[in-house]
């Protein structure tokens, strides 16, 4: 008897996607099955570009389809970034998730986290943009390479720089260069409401990445209630006062009812050219919170110089292309991130964010 639609679907039940733990027809993964007497072809439509188990999900299709005597099985793997249904959606439209990272205090590489987190999920086939939110001490600039660049402008809006495929916007290319703002918290508001939702021509994005100001004084808290989060990373070094610090961070969110989406730890270890490494700080602390908390742990940073010399240098775009264990760790980050948001989306709709 010849094939039929009904059993090549009841056959991809049983394949689950590994991060959502539904089955991809359930998850309307599964689309433009055609049979040709006994060759099928079809395609699946991840949840996200930068899906880490994507491999995985191709070998368990062929092995369901096998199982019902399918042999020649064409897959084509497409993805469809999904965003959130929920409260504030009429804020930032076109952007499918909004994504906040931030920290407990200074000084622990969350703008180089947010950066490559950025470039990371371009990389993986997203539309990504990245918001210096950092009102006080703006870094972008440098790191994107556009220290003294102004933004184009289209009648009353901003064009976002785009950059190492990324569309970035920072309040450091629309001041003097190294003039200090010195600003209370109502002009900060402000000025960051008006650069992310007033004044910015943002693309359509599957993702914008905001990189907060550090701490949880009354700025982040201000931005945060801005934003339709879709949920927040915290940034964090190993050992335990910046821990003390990152969990008073994760507090806030959740106070905010924002989903912390998980915790990268970065300054993990620095790899010496022997192949030893050395804990600076204590490593795995980050990892050891995450799980107390019950939060998902995004992966470690390892503290590779070429990090710090390609985005002094303007150029994060060469950290994924002549290191591949610094690219690794990243792509890792950033397809745990990604795999995170999906599975959100999945379960609850976008939270409205209030302070009680």
């Keep these: 008897m010849p094939l039929t639609q009904d059993q090549i679907l009841a056959a991809l039940r049983t394949v689950k996607d590994p991060e959502l ?3 991809i027809v359930t998850l309307g993964m599964v689309k433009d099955i055609q049979i040709n007497n006994d060759a099928v072809n079809l395609t699946v439509e991840l949840t996200t570009p930068a899906c880490p188990l994507k491999d995985v999900i191709e070998k368990d299709v062929k092995m369901a389809l096998a199982r019902i005597g399918v042999e020649n099985v064409t897959l084509n793997l497409t993805a469809q970034t999904r965003g959130a249904n929920g409260p504030k959606k009429d804020v930032l439209p076109q952007v499918k998730n909004v994504i906040a990272v931030g920290a407990g205090k200074g000084g622990v590489g969350k ?9 990371a999920l371009q990389r993986a086939g997203a539309q990504v943009g990245l918001m210096d ?3 006080y001490g703006p870094s972008m600039p440098t790191m994107l390479g556009v220290k003294g660049v102004p933004p184009k402008v289209r009648g009353n809006k901003i064009l976002p720089h785009h950059v190492h495929g990324i569309y970035a916007v920072t309040i450091g290319s629309l001041v003097e260069p190294d003039k200090p703002l010195i600003w209370r918290g109502p002009m900060a508001h402000a000025a960051f409401k008006q650069l992310l939702l007033d004044n910015t021509d943002w693309p359509d994005l599957d993702y914008l990445i905001v990189d907060l100001p550090p701490g949880t004084g009354d700025v982040p808290l201000t931005l945060c209630q801005l934003l339709p989060l879709t949920g927040a990373v915290v940034v964090a070094t190993p050992q335990q006062v ?3 610090d990152a969990i008073r961070a994760i507090r806030m969110f959740e106070q905010l009812g924002a989903p912390v989406l998980g915790m990268v730890e970065n300054m993990s270890y620095m790899p010496m050219p022997d192949g030893s490494i050395v804990d600076l700080f204590g490593r795995g602390g980050a990892e050891k919170a995450a799980k107390e908390l019950g939060l998902p742990f995004l992966g470690e940073l ?3 110089p070429e990090l ?8 994060p775009h060469l ?3 002549h290191n591949p264990k610094l690219r690794e760790a990243l792509e890792g980050i950033a397809s745990k991130l990604a795999g995170e948001v999906s599975r959100r989306n999945l379960e609850t709709p976008a939270p409205t964010l209030t302070v009680s």
């Design 21 to 23: 733990f539904k089955d």
């Design 111 to 119: 703008s180089t986290i947010s950066l490559n987190l950025a470039i």
């Design 133 to 135: 939110g950092d009102i």
């Design 242 to 244: 910046a821990l003390d």
């Design 302 to 304: 390892p503290l590779y």
């Design 308 to 315: 710090r010399q390609n985005c002094d240098a303007g150029k």
């Design 319 to 321: 950290n994924f292309e």
